[in-house]
């Protein structure tokens, strides 16, 4: 199988390893800048370094017509002007494969609604979500991650093309359910990490507790299964988003309650205004998105965390 990354960060430049570590052939794609000149010069990263034979391009047409897949690695916010790009070449017959995990700010809609309206065909477009480090991975420290589409048959394709002893898939069955939670987990990352900045990371139970519960209520609002907020999409990436040293977004909430910056892509932060939008739109009650966004929105660390996030009015827990 003939397999495109579009995006060499850190994650683009993962898959570009797993897709030749599992026997596909694999051009990874970036524009011509200072991530994809040092990856070119060096073929490493801080992460991974790749096979001899991984190609690198820096050209978007021959990227996208060596693939029979395409896996789009880009930040969030940047995906529709990126995707109507791609959509300028010619997609027949290419299964098309979202990976990364957010919310459009501006529209509120989810990732795989973004493909379909710059035209990405609806049974071509699936998402790769769920728990995973690169710095695990690369020590072959397995996972389990899920795979969905609008088309079960894609799925099952899919699965079995990237399956492999160090990333273990599972069947999705709820595209609505498995982009929320895949999304909506970054903001408890965040809050997680705002905890442990406080000294409270004891908190992180409820947390969890309370988090899955509120955003099962969204899934079920905009159409999906509200039981998708208890799998891998969401309450099975909590250990790597709320407790990993690794995690971006825990990195960021801490560094947020002691006021230092976080330089790097932390997707929660704009996942929180998004789905904070949603929620209003909807009528959904999500006290904690709400004051995360609230919270990101001012820019001011909280002075007590515990009594914004928890110590309220008592109510039945269900």
């Known amino acids: 199988m003939k397999v495109s990354i579009l995006g060499c960060g850190r994650w683009g430049s993962f898959l570009a390893w797993y897709s030749n570590k599992v026997g596909h052939d694999t051009i990874s794609y970036g524009p011509n800048d200072t991530t994809y000149k040092n990856l070119l010069a060096t073929r490493k990263n801080e992460f991974v370094v790749l096979d001899d034979k991984i190609q690198l391009t820096a050209n978007l047409k021959e990227a996208v017509d060596f693939a029979d897949i395409i896996i789009v690695s880009i930040d969030a916010q940047n995906l529709r002007g990126f995707l109507k790009e791609v959509c300028k070449h010619n997609l027949t017959n290419k299964k098309i494969i979202l990976c990364m995990k957010g919310i459009e700010i501006v529209t509120g809609k989810r ?3 973004v493909a379909i309206e710059c035209g990405v065909d609806k049974n071509q477009v699936a998402v790769w979500v769920g728990p995973g480090h690169i710095q695990d991975f690369v020590k072959n420290i397995p996972n389990c991650m899920v795979m969905d589409s609008y088309s079960p048959a894609l799925t099952r394709v899919l699965v079995d093309y990237f399956t492999s002893d160090l990333i273990h898939f ?4 709820d595209i609505i359910g498995t982009e929320i939670g895949a999304a909506t987990k970054n903001i408890f990352g965040l809050l997680a990490g705002m905890l442990d900045g406080a000294g409270l990371g004891a908190l992180k139970g409820a947390l969890m507790a309370r988090g899955a519960l509120e955003v099962s209520k969204l899934i079920k609002k905009l159409g999906g299964r509200e039981l998708s907020a208890y799998g891998l999409c969401h309450l099975g990436d909590y250990e790597a988003t709320l407790f990993s040293k690794h995690s971006n977004n ?3 909430g801490e560094l947020y309650m002691k006021n230092k910056p976080f330089k790097k892509l932390a997707e929660g932060v704009h996942t929180a205004r998004a789905v904070h939008f949603l929620a209003v739109r909807h009528g959904v009650d999500m006290p904690l998105t709400s004051t995360v966004d609230a919270l990101v929105t001012q820019g001011k660390p909280p002075k007590n965390i515990w009594n914004i ?10």
């Open 111 to 113: 990732l795989t609604e």
């Open 170 to 173: 599972y069947y999705g069955t």
């Open 250 to 252: 825990r990195l960021w």
């Open 309 to 318: 996030l928890f110590n309220k009015v008592s109510k039945a827990e269900f």
